[in-house]
């Protein structure tokens, strides 16, 4: 029904040894296979590990230096303020080092610079906001690794500062006296693709189980999680039992503030998904920053207080509502002005901006762009003479390296292979377009911008049973690096007319095998026009268990049809 290539591995003889070995389903164990697992050993520890399994933190070059001044500046009840960056990411790692630092003793003082009125990353000046708060420890999270001007200022004014970051690093590094980072070159830490929260989490875990006080360090897992699916990085190693045991822990939750998030989203703590993260509690936290008030978000978990607690999520809840708006405001135009240029037709890469465009949603703009014309996406909201850009990017195409490539038209820039951040001043913006349309036409080929799914498995609805669905259960969490499996089954019959739902979806009715299923295609209203009942289709989807008065329901959540 459309240009979408469906790409479908065989299975092999790892995927049966595997199936054999572990007694599962082979469509299941094609699905390790197809995640780069081979052996039994990644398997077991990919399938069933626990937090034993979690890396030593003191693997992290410049841990102990970290550990040890930490240590003395409680001892010596000196004041210790942490920066963090304005995202969930940054948000929830200023509260659990709070946290954690305020368990064992230590003054804590925090700063997270607004995203409308400073931006990105730590400034030369924010030294003065350091000394009048008479901080003599600086510790950034989520942020920080290119702060060399800051850093350099701060040697000079007697204060010692430690970076916990994620993000690459710049050419020349900070002059810290100690950089927690996986993603540095010297770095042997056997996980690169822990999120700012994790490196957070890192550190605090050998503040704890070098204070004998180990017992406490899963408690922070809850937020953990969250901070991590929010920051969209590989759920895989670490970030897999991070998320794996601290949505695990979201059935129990004590903290008001947190409690008060769940009840804002409709979520009982019963049970919690990556999606509920994603989509309904990472976006409330995230408004904050977006709109303005980063500083809400960091309140609402550190107060005890169940009436502020209530109060700052209902804000919450209403800026979250104030962003959509926003967003498909935006939305609407950049669509419409692509599609009446055609755009879309004539770029390898869309590049669009407005002085209008609120700067905090772009970035959630353009990753539904991205989905929609399946091509990078860089949106740009301009004022007093500047460009503030974020940008999202398709498989195989680094959008941090097309950026290094444009460096000398930017004024500051950072990200991601798939997702970026900079600012550049308007009169560059020619220049700079120039150069990323030329990397892009370079590094971009009319294959890699057609749409492609990748297919898990091929399977017939009649092995879909409660034993199955155990064992894919067992996959889970599923997210980047780990996303929910996608099956194939061929010549499905549509045994009732498709329903529209909303004028915006779709929903069949469908049987192979004599057994039946109820399928949703969420955005695909078209669908119902151009299929009838008696028809038969073929179908790539991912199996979605709902629990709906105490009963399990299963539904074939539609990728794509023919």
Known sequence: MNETIWILPEPNEESRFLAKTLDLPIEITQILVN?????????????????????????????????????????????IIIIGDYDVDGILSVVILTKALESLGGHVEYFIPERLTEGYGIKKDYIERVREKDCSLVISVDCGI?????????????????????????????????????????SLYPDKDLAGIGVAFKLIQALLEGAGKAAQVPHYLKLVSIGTVADVVSLRRENRLFVKYGLKALSRVSNPGLLSLMGVCGLDGSRVSVGDVGFRIGPRINAAGRMGMTDLAVRLFLTGAREESAALAGTLNRLNTDRQK?????????????????????????????????????????????????????????????????????????????????????????????????????????????????????????????????????????????????????????????????????????????????????????????RVFDALGWGQGEWADRVGKGDRID??????????????????ILEDIR
Not at 44 to 59: A, E, H, M, N
Not at 156 to 185: C, Y
Not at 540 to 555: A, E, K, M, P
């Open 35 to 79: 995640r780069g697992i081979h052996d039994e050993k990644d398997a077991r520890s990919f399938l069933f590990g626990t937090l034993q399994d979690l890396i030593d933190p003191f693997l992290m070059p410049g841990m102990e230096t970290a550990v040890r001044r930490i240590r003395a500046a409680i001892a010596n009840e000196e004041k």
């Open 146 to 186: 290119k702060a060399v001007d800051f850093t350099q200022e701060a040697r000079t004014r007697g204060v010692d500062v430690i970076i916990t970051d994620h993000h690459q690093p710049g050419e020349q590094l900070p002059r810290a006296l100690s950089i927690l980072n996986p993603k540095l070159e010297s």
């Open 326 to 514: 926003v967003e498909e405001k935006i939305l609407k135009q950049a669509i419409r002005r692509i599609e009446e240029r055609e755009l879309h037709r004539r770029y390898r890469i869309l590049i669009l901006g407005c002085e209008q465009w609120h700067r905090g949603v772009i970035g959630i703009v353009a990753s539904k762009l991205k989905e929609r014309f399946h091509r990078p996406i860089l949106l740009f909201a301009y004022k007093n003479g500047s460009a503030f850009g974020s940008g999202r990017s398709i498989r195989g195409f680094s959008l941090i390296e097309c950026l290094k490539n444009s460096r000398d038209h930017l004024a500051n820039f950072g990200g991601h292979i798939q997702a970026v951040g900079c600012e550049l001043s308007c009169d560059d913006l020619a220049l700079f377009k120039q150069n990323v349309n030329a990397y892009a036409d370079s590094h971009l080929s009319d294959e890699d911008l057609k749409r492609k799914i990748h297919v898990d498995a091929e399977i017939y609805f009649n092995r879909i049973d409660s034993g199955f669905l155990e064992k894919l259960e067992l996959l889970s969490p599923f997210g980047m690096g780990n996303s929910r499996p996608l099956f194939l089954s061929r010549g499905a019959e549509v045994i009732a007319p498709p329903r529209k739902l909303k004028q915006k979806h779709c929903k069949f009715l469908l049987r192979q095998n004599e």
């Open 539 to 556: 179908l790539i989807y991912s199996v979605q268990t709902s629990h709906f008065q105490g009963q399990d329901q299963v539904n074939l």
